[in-house]
C-alpha cells in the first residue's frame, strides 16, 4: 500500500520540492527502520471512504421514475468507479504480513497476500506485475519519507506514505480518481518478532 551509491540515489531519485537533502547517515536509518517484517493492526488502522461525486440534475417530473434513474445512474457510477480502481485494489489489498527491504539501490515490498514489487530507488517507472497489468508504480521521496506512486492506465493514481511512528510502521495511501473523493487509507503494523533482526 505499501520503495550506484548513495550519491547516485540522491541525483537519481524524484525531485523532493525543495526539502533538505538526506545525508548518508539519514538515509541508512530510514532504510534500516523500514526494512523487516511487519503484522498488521487492525485496530489502529482507519478504512478508506470513497464518495461518487452526485449527478447536479435528473430531468424528470415523475418522482418515482427520477428515483429509478438516480439508482441507475448510482449503479452505473459505481460500476465504472469499480473498473477504474481495479489496479489500484490489486496493489492494496490489506496484507495482513508485510515485508520490506529497503536499501540504497531498491526497496522490496512483499505483502500477504498479494503482488510482491521490486522497485529501483532511481524513481524509475516499473510495470507491476510485469506482462501489462497496467499498472505502473515509482518510488519517490515525500519530504524526507518514502513513498511509491502508482498510475493505472484506467486514470486512477495512488500514492502510498512510509513511515515508522513510535516504532510502528504506516503506511498512508491516498486514491485519486475522476468524478470520486476519498479519504486517506491508513495501515499500522507493528514489527513482527518472530522476524529476528529488525533491520536485516
Not at 49 to 57: A, F, G, V
Not at 118 to 146: C, F, K
Not at 170 to 193: C, F, G, K
Request: glycine fraction near 8%; hydrophobic fraction near 40%; proline fraction near 6%.
Amino acid at each position: 500500500m505499501l520503495l550506484a551509491g548513495l550519491t547516485a540515489l540522491v541525483a537519481a531519485c524524484a525531485s523532493r520540492g525543495g526539502a533538505p537533502r538526506l545525508t548518508g547517515a539519514e538515509a541508512e536509518a530510514l532504510f534500516a527502520d523500514l526494512t523487516g517484517a511487519w503484522v498488521l493492526d487492525e485496530s489502529s488502522s482507519i478504512n478508506a471512504k470513497i464518495k461518487l461525486q452526485p449527478e447536479t440534475e435528473i430531468p424528470f417530473e415523475n418522482v418515482e421514475q427520477a428515483r429509478q434513474e438516480a439508482v441507475r445512474r448510482g449503479e452505473e457510477e459505481a460500476q465504472r468507479l469499480k473498473a477504474v480502481l481495479e489496479p489500484i485494489f490489486k496493489v492494496f489489498q490489506r496484507p495482513s504480513m508485510l515485508t520490506l527491504r529497503v536499501d540504497e539501490e531498491k526497496l522490496l515490498f512483499v505483502p500477504t497476500p498479494g503482488h510482491s514489487m521490486e522497485l529501483p530507488m532511481n524513481g524509475e517507472w516499473i510495470e507491476q506485475p510485469p506482462g501489462g497489468q497496467s499498472l505502473r508504480t515509482r518510488v519517490y521521496w515525500d519530504g524526507e519519507r518514502l513513498a511509491l506512486e502508482h498510475r493505472a492506465s484506467s486514470g486512477a493514481r495512488a500514492h502510498s506514505v512510509l513511515e515508522v511512528v513510535d516504532g510502528r510502521l504506516q503506511i498512508t495511501i491516498m486514491i485519486r480518481v475522476r468524478r470520486a473523493s476519498a479519504s486517506p487509507l491508513v495501515l499500522v503494523y507493528d514489527r513482527d518478532e518472530a522476524d529476528g533482526v529488525a533491520g536485516c
